[in-house]
């Protein structure tokens, strides 16, 4: 069987984590209990979980020239991701992230895109043959939305699966949106892009129709809202459908999405049926929360499984 290709355009972070008792108060000095650093960004995060889970992944990226950008390289090559169209950028720094978990697992984050934010459409263009040879791209909105653009031009024209996770929130143009194949919101995020309310089941499907309405119409469209503990509403032209969360005990919710995405894309990519793929991404998500930091969060199969079997 053919290995499934993944090809991630996003960011690649280090992120600073420190686990205190909870946030601070404005002008408040929290003393916190730990701190460590792990490589994350939503780009390479999404490209870790497809790799763990057996895609073969091309990055497209920049980092800077600096500590932090050695540290991201040797994840990289040691998660086995091509690396060839992360740029190094001599005039920008890496992007960092500063996270602060609670007790509960629940998170803070404040990311500083740096290099990330000079991604270019000429970039793209350099990389579109991994994008036009991928069965899926995955898209994230870290990086500008230029280079988004570009890349699923190249998509499109190569019938090549587009999957964008819209976060963090922001308004995005319909030029981007309505060459969307698979759209991953959170309820955050679905609010903001469809203006409507996401606080119960029949908002929800309200929601979910209204942003079908703009992304790609070639019938094979579909959303699929991330609803935390609520679980997965898979919504298409055809068809709406809740998936269930997994009871899982919560260490560190920072990259659920990420691995969601990740794991999502390369149930796709290996020709699973979309209902199928949600539900491994579902479980993908859920081993992700029970492991300290991003990437280190990202889980395998055996992961995956073992969280089945509870």
């Given at each position: 069987m053919q290995q499934p290709?993944?090809?991630?355009?996003?960011?690649?972070?280090?992120?600073?984590?420190?686990?205190?008792?909870?946030?601070?108060?404005?002008?408040?000095?929290?003393?916190?209990e730990t701190f460590d650093i792990f490589t994350g960004g939503k780009g390479f995060n999404q490209a870790t979980a497809a790799a763990r889970l057996g895609a073969q992944v091309t990055l497209i990226g920049r980092i800077g020239d600096d500590p932090f950008a050695e540290v991201l390289r040797s994840a990289i090559e040691s998660e086995q991701i091509d690396s060839q169209y992360v740029k190094t950028d001599a005039e920008s720094g890496t992007g960092i992230a500063t996270i602060v978990v609670e007790p509960d697992g629940d998170n803070s984050i404040i990311v500083v895109p740096r290099a990330n934010m000079r991604i270019t459409p000429?970039?793209?263009?350099?990389?579109?043959?991994?994008?036009?040879?991928?069965?899926v791209l995955l898209l994230q909105l870290e990086t500008p939305i230029d280079a988004s653009e570009r890349a699923v031009e190249i998509a499109k024209a190569?019938?090549?699966?587009?999957?964008?996770?819209?976060?963090?929130?922001?308004?995005?143009?319909?030029?981007?949106?309505?060459?969307?194949?698979?759209?991953?919101?959170?309820?955050?995020?679905?609010?903001?892009?469809?203006?409507?309310?996401?606080?119960?089941?029949?908002?929800?499907i309200v929601t979910a129709e209204a942003l079908q309405t703009q992304i790609a119409t070639d019938g094979h469209s579909a959303v699929v809202l991330t609803l935390g503990e609520q679980g997965v509403?898979?919504?298409?032209?055809?068809?709406?459908?809740h998936v269930s969360?997994?009871?899982?005990?919560?260490?560190?919710?920072?990259?659920?999405?990420?691995?969601?995405?990740?794991?999502?894309?390369t149930a796709l990519a290996n020709g699973n049926d979309l209902l199928e793929a949600v539900k491994f991404a579902t479980a993908a998500g859920a081993a992700a929360v029970t492991v300290l930091g991003?990437?280190?969060s990202m889980p395998t199969h055996e992961k995956i499984e073992a969280i089945h079997s509870k």
């Open positions: 290709k993944v090809t991630v355009l996003g960011s690649a972070n280090v992120d600073l984590v420190i686990r205190a008792e909870r946030m601070p108060n404005r002008g408040e000095t929290l003393i916190g000429a970039d793209i263009d350099e990389a579109k043959d991994c994008i036009a040879n991928a069965d190569n019938d090549t699966t587009v999957i964008l996770d819209p976060a963090p929130a922001r308004p995005l143009p319909p030029s981007l949106l309505s060459q969307v194949d698979i759209l991953t919101p959170n309820a955050t995020e679905a609010a903001l892009l469809s203006g409507h309310a996401v606080n119960t089941l029949e908002a929800r509403l898979l919504y298409t032209p055809t068809q709406s459908t969360a997994l009871s899982v005990d919560a260490v560190d919710t920072t990259g659920a999405g990420d691995a969601f995405s990740g794991a999502l894309a991003a990437t280190p």
